[in-house]
């Protein structure tokens, strides 16, 4: 985390910015502290030896997982279509994939439920032509995951593309390469700290939902329930418990972060 | 050059990002008047709270009733980590008692209304559910509150009171999002409380749940010592357990202690 400042930083920081910092710092950390203060050191690893927590962990792990794929395979081409192609609506297109930023979780998790429902607008005749029904389910924890957390992927993956210098590909493709190979050879490492960094920013997302997860997949332990369901429950009972699934998720997430950022996130 | 504006584009991005998350996610800020009652009631209560709420501003110009609706144990959690309450209506005199036990409470809570439980099923009753036989069908979907909440430790004694083992699919952590589900049809069948299928404007069907095998849920209210304005908490209690207070009550199918 210190090494990068010494060769070509700004030689000194303005004081004012380094106090603001240092209160921004505080804030992140004050949650941090209370969680830490209230944990029951002793009985850690007791309260989160169940079988209920190690299968929260397991459906957290593949639902966050998923999300980060089904974005990256379908969101890195929105992303290049919104950055490179001029289309009538494309401000509305942008805008739509900013939806799940703007609603509340819940809320997305019940329009998903009208539109992919049972009795949804898609979810009928997919119900009725298959009998797949997705809520309950882990797809449709994965659906509503991936639902709030793609956001991240495409925003961030856009603006990068957006600064990609576009003779790069125009100098690939003079010299008879396609567009595929154009992207893969050219675009795609240019833009890869920045892919890597809006797919770290999506699965954290993902790890945390909560609100259109319990909403739309519902709550069952074993079957739907991701590690903030199995907090949220927690908390209705047993507060140790719950501040050490917290705990649990904040040391999975901190060292996944941490790791990610140094090997791949590493300014160039 | 390329590689410089990549990075600022990045970070620009992220940090857009972060900013937007942040104004989304953080809630409003408190206002200190005090001739506000703060008063927290659970899921169960929230129509009816709304209409005693409205009805008590009436009869006390000035006053401001702010309602803080949750599932019972969210709000006593709230509530001992000296959340600014005044009056905690629960659901259950089970997640009343830490409250009273720790203090927290003038006295004693007082049982002000209680409820029973029905099934709940969507309009039209499309799995044709009969009754609580249905629940252990693993063909159809049913959901229940969790057991930590008060309508899923109710539900769970009706269950266990008629023989029948449920076949849940989901547990909601409170009786609205549970109704939320049913109401759309996600749900054959759930739980609920009676006052919910009443106050569920046509979406939902309620099928009554025999007397032997029903449960009375006990509704304590009390008022919190610690809270900003324990005069209003105060006369917002005496209010509900008035005449005028419980006829509001009865009006959504509560029954008077």
């Known amino acids: ?268 | 050059m390329a590689a410089s504006t990549l990075r600022y584009g990045r970070l620009r991005v992220v940090s857009a990002v972060a900013v937007i998350g942040f104004l989304l996610t953080s809630c409003g800020g408190s206002s200190d008047a005090s001739d506000e009652v703060r008063v927290s009631a659970a899921s169960s209560l929230s129509l009816a709270f709304a209409a005693l709420g409205s009805a008590f501003e009436a009869l006390n110009p000035g006053v401001d009733v702010v309602l803080n609706i949750g599932g019972s144990s969210l709000l006593r959690e709230q509530i001992l980590e000296g959340a600014p309450v005044d009056v905690y209506a629960s659901a259950s005199t089970d997640t009343m008692a830490p409250i009273v036990d720790g203090g927290l409470s003038d006295g004693n809570a007082t049982v002000f209304v209680r409820g029973f439980l029905a099934i709940a099923v969507p309009a039209g009753n499309p799995a044709h559910v009969t009754g609580l036989d249905d629940f252990g069908n693993e063909e159809l979907l049913i959901g229940l509150c969790d057991v930590v909440v008060p309508c899923g430790a109710y539900a769970r004694q009706v269950m266990s009171r008629a023989g029948v083992e449920p076949a849940v699919d989901t547990n909601e952590p409170n009786v609205r999002s549970l109704l939320t589900k049913i109401e759309a049809g996600e749900l054959d069948a759930g739980i609920v409380y009676m006052t919910d299928v009443r106050s569920a404007s046509g979406g939902v069907e309620g099928i009554e749940i025999p007397d032997a095998v029903n449960v009375a849920a006990d509704y304590p209210i009390a008022v919190i010592v610690e809270g900003p304005n324990t005069v209003g908490g105060r006369a917002f209690v005496d209010f509900v357990m008035s005449g005028v207070g419980q006829e509001i009550l009865a009006g959504f199918g509560f029954v008077t202690p």
């Open chain 1, 1 to 268: 985390m210190s090494r990068a400042q010494s060769s070509h930083g700004p030689s000194r920081p303005p004081i004012a910015f380094v106090v603001l910092a240092a209160i921004a710092v505080v804030f992140f950390l004050l949650p941090l502290i209370g969680l830490l203060a209230r944990t029951p050191w002793s009985d850690l690893v007791s309260l989160l030896a169940s079988e209920v927590v190690a299968d929260a962990l397991v459906l957290s792990a593949i639902a966050s997982f998923a999300a980060v794929t089904i974005s990256t395979v379908v969101g890195v081409p929105l992303a290049w279509v919104l950055a490179r192609v001029d289309f009538r609506g494309r401000a509305l297109v942008r805008g739509l994939v900013l939806l799940p930023l703007v609603l509340p979780p819940v809320v997305g998790g019940a329009a998903l439920l009208f539109a992919l429902g049972r009795r949804g607008v898609v979810g009928e005749p997919l119900y009725e032509a298959t009998g797949l029904v997705l809520p309950f389910s882990i797809w449709g924890v994965v659906i509503a995951v991936t639902f709030v957390s793609m956001p991240f992927l495409v925003l961030t993956v856009e603006g990068a593309l957006r600064n990609v210098d576009v003779r790069f590909e125009g100098a690939a493709a003079s010299l008879g390469a396609g567009g595929w190979t154009v992207f893969r050879r050219v675009t795609l490492p240019m833009i890869g700290p920045s892919l890597a960094a809006g797919m770290v920013l999506t699965w954290a997302r993902a790890i945390g939902e909560f609100g259109a997860t319990v909403t739309f997949a519902g709550n069952l332990a074993g079957e739907t329930q991701t590690l903030p369901l199995a907090v949220f429950v927690a908390l209705e009972t047993n507060r140790d418990t719950a501040t050490a699934l917290s705990l649990l998720m904040v040391a999975i997430s901190l060292t996944v972060l941490v790791l990610l950022r140094d090997r791949w996130l590493r300014p160039q």
